[in-house]
């Protein structure tokens, strides 16, 4: 089985599409990937060993302007360079986002099938276009059906996720002494990961830093703050402040599943990457939901989690360093309740993602 895998430009659509190639690839199928020469992609794909096209793709300019009049011709030569990628394929993947469009446009042109997958509770725009025309549609997210058409065929697989953070709930205590002996935590506090996404999210980070001078009398807890590069000297200030609670902050961690091993809290934004790692790690967390997404889709990915009872949803606008502080104090000084988000965060998360989005992907193949 050859199989055409199309999506990028933020690692939350990469990290997802490699996981599933991975899967293909051990069951024996031939995977290539198209995307774009300047996302997250070009670098992350050839270093699993995938071979990877780089094609033309812009998102659609919503405004009227120069750029917007260039979109159709920018699509067109995508579709273009695509054209024999689809051609060789046996079945083209979407991922969604605008970086999957020409490639899919161009498996509809040779009639070749097509699966997509949605990662998130709100339908993006690609898929909502190309859905009735495709063969199956993965979801992560039971919600982001309603906002599909009519004729479209969803199924619910999660969002692959890697297999490193799928071990983390097997691993645990193995990787959470590793995790404390390389980033520098204690055994016997209790630990917070905060997190706003591989660039940081200065919005977090200075709760977060707030918050830690209003615990800082905590000598039961500690704080790991994945702040970006440009935000780590917010928290790092907040470290020297003197006080018992102890904060370690790092600018980037490459093995977050050391991060997710040892925490037992997480705060974080809803993006769907997040989402599904946190809860296939069986983890409780404060979810922060970036309030410019489009469709307002970390909102409802967030409120889908607080539904489930997985996790404690704060509004951006609501963001403070007391009312974090107040709802980090709160979740830890009642276990019972902390359990039972992360049972349920467990219970929502999908470990077996990735096979049951590669059982669609053969399907549709045939």
Same mark, same amino acid.
């Given at each position: 089985?050859?199989?055409?895998?199309?999506?990028?430009?933020?690692?939350g659509?990469?990290?997802?599409?490699?996981?599933?190639?991975?899967r293909l690839?051990?069951?024996?199928?031939? #995977?290539?990937?198209?995307?774009?020469?300047?996302?997250?992609?070009?670098?992350? #794909?050839?270093?699993?060993g995938f071979?990877?096209?780089?094609?033309?793709?812009?998102?659609?300019?919503?405004?009227?302007?120069? !750029? &917007?009049?260039?979109?159709?011709?920018?699509?067109?030569?995508?579709?273009?360079?695509?054209?024999?990628?689809?051609?060789?394929?046996?079945?083209?993947?979407?991922m969604?986002?605008?970086v999957?469009?020409?490639?899919?446009?161009?498996?509809?042109?040779?009639?070749?099938?097509? #699966?997509?997958?949605?990662?998130?509770?709100?339908?993006g725009?690609?898929?909502?276009?190309?859905?009735?025309?495709?063969?199956?549609?993965?979801? &992560?997210?039971?919600?982001?059906?309603?906002?599909?058409?009519?004729? &479209?065929? %969803?199924?619910?697989?999660?969002?692959?996720v890697?297999?490193?953070?799928?071990?983390?709930?097997?691993?645990?205590?193995?990787?959470?002494?590793?995790?404390r002996?390389?980033?520098?935590l204690?055994e016997?506090?209790?630990?917070? #990961?905060?997190?706003?996404?591989?660039?940081?999210?200065?919005?977090?980070?200075?709760?977060a830093?707030g918050?830690? !001078?209003l615990?800082?009398? !905590?000598?039961?807890?500690?704080?790991?703050?994945l702040?970006?590069?440009?935000h780590?000297?917010?928290?790092?200030?907040?470290?020297? &402040?003197?006080?018992?609670?102890?904060?370690?902050?790092? %600018?980037?961690?490459?093995?977050?599943?050391?991060?997710?091993?040892?925490?037992?809290?997480?705060?974080?934004?809803?993006?769907?990457?997040?989402?599904?790692?946190?809860?296939?790690?069986?983890?409780?967390?404060?979810?922060? %939901?970036?309030?410019?997404?489009?469709?307002?889709?970390?909102e409802a990915?967030?409120?889908?989690?607080?539904?489930?009872?997985?996790?404690?949803?704060?509004?951006?606008?609501e963001?403070?360093?007391?009312?974090?502080?107040?709802?980090?104090?709160?979740?830890?000084?009642? %276990?019972?309740?902390?359990?039972?988000?992360?049972?349920?965060?467990?219970?929502?998360?999908?470990?077996?993602?990735?096979?049951?989005?590669?059982?669609?992907?053969?399907?549709?193949?045939?």
């Open positions: 089985m050859r199989v055409l895998i199309a999506g990028g430009g933020t690692a659509h990469v990290f997802p599409a490699l996981a599933l190639a991975r690839r051990a069951e024996g199928a031939e #995977v290539r990937f198209a995307g774009t020469a300047s996302g997250p992609e070009a670098r992350l #794909v050839p270093a699993e071979p990877f096209s780089p094609v033309q793709a812009g998102p659609l300019p919503r405004e009227l302007s120069i !750029r &917007a009049a260039r979109a159709p011709l920018l699509a067109a030569r995508g579709v273009r360079a695509c054209r024999p990628l689809a051609e060789a394929a046996d079945v083209v993947v979407g969604g986002g605008f999957s469009v020409p490639a899919v446009l161009a498996a509809l042109v040779a009639r070749r099938p097509v #699966v997509l997958h949605e990662q998130n509770a709100v339908a725009l690609a898929n909502r276009t190309f859905a009735r025309w495709a063969a199956r549609i993965g979801l &992560a997210f039971a919600e982001a059906a309603a906002s599909l058409p009519p004729r &479209a065929r %969803p199924v619910v697989t999660g969002n692959p890697r297999e490193e953070i799928v071990g983390v709930r097997k691993r645990r205590d193995a990787l959470a002494r590793e995790a002996a390389a980033l520098g204690e016997g506090r209790r630990t917070v #990961v905060v997190f706003g996404g591989s660039q940081g999210a200065r919005r977090i980070d200075e709760a830093a918050a830690a !001078r615990l800082g009398d !905590r000598g039961d807890l500690q704080l790991l703050v702040t970006g590069e440009a780590r000297g917010l928290v790092e200030e907040a470290d020297g &402040a003197g006080g018992r609670l102890l904060v370690r902050a790092l %600018p980037f961690l490459g093995r977050m599943e050391l991060a997710y091993a040892v925490a037992d809290l997480v705060v974080a934004r809803a993006g769907a990457s997040s989402v599904a790692e946190i809860t296939v790690c069986g983890l409780p967390a404060i979810l922060v %939901p970036y309030p410019h997404a489009t469709a307002d889709h970390q990915n967030a409120r889908a989690l607080e539904r489930a009872g997985a996790a404690v949803v704060l509004r951006d606008v963001l403070t360093p007391r009312v974090l502080g107040a709802r980090i104090a709160v979740l830890l000084d009642d %276990p019972a309740a902390l359990a039972r988000m992360g049972e349920r965060a467990a219970a929502w998360g999908r470990p077996d993602a990735a096979a049951r989005l590669a059982e669609l992907v053969a399907e549709a193949a045939g």
